[in-house]
């Protein structure tokens, strides 16, 4: 595929992407354009449906699917979660660099098509720090929070497996994680614009 290399941010749920991706995002307006993903959880105070997520049904996305819609999806926490092909057009269209934010599946799923992304895995400092910072969150029932960190703990392990992931930034203080991935992004866009 021609243009910029997308850019796959991965990492537990409660790591970090969102907070980066979103300062990213700011800081370079008119650079990068996210990757809208379908997801059937329902919607977080603040967010926008087609912004943060397009807020579906199982039906509904089950039958993209299988209408070869999408280019990957996942089952995480007990929801669907999906990138749609047009999803990953729009930001083209745009000529900005695609950014996606997907779990541990997602990667592999993504490693199976031609996307060529830089896989980034943002992790958090430990596990008991990632579940104090869901915990603060207050976004989650008791129930999705123990699920985030059943799925926290693969994703940790999987994350030191070599050749997953081309960089691994830990998340502890949120200006030195942002520099890191900044410094990766222009290596990156450098190499190839
Ligand atoms: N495979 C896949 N995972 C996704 C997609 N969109 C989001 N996710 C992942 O789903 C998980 C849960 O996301 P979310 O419900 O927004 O919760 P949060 O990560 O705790 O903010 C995270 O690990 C995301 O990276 C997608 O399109 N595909
Ligand atoms: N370096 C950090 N230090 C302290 N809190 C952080 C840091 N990075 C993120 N957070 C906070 O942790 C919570 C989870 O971050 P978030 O970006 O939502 O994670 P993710 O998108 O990976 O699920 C948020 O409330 C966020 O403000």
Known sequence: MSGPRPVVLSGPSGAGKSTLLKKLMKDHEGVFGFSVSHTTRNPR???????????TTREVMQEGIDNGEFIENAEFSGNMYGTSKAAVEDV???????????????????????????????????????EQRLRDRQTETEDSLQKRLEAARIDM??????????VVIIND????????L???LNEVNQKKP
């Open 45 to 55: 105070p603040g967010e926008e449906d087609g912004k943060d997520y397009h807020f």
């Open 92 to 130: 083209r269209a745009k000529n900005l660099i695609c950014i996606l934010d997907v779990d541990i599946q997602g990667v592999r799923r993504i490693k199976e098509t031609d996307l060529n992304p830089i896989y980034i895995s943002i992790q958090p400092p430990s596990i008991e720090i990632l």
């Open 157 to 166: 392990e999987l994350s030191k497996e070599p050749g997953v992931f081309d």
């Open 173 to 180: 203080d949120l200006e030195r994680a942002y520099e890191e």
């Open 182 to 184: 900044k410094d990766i």
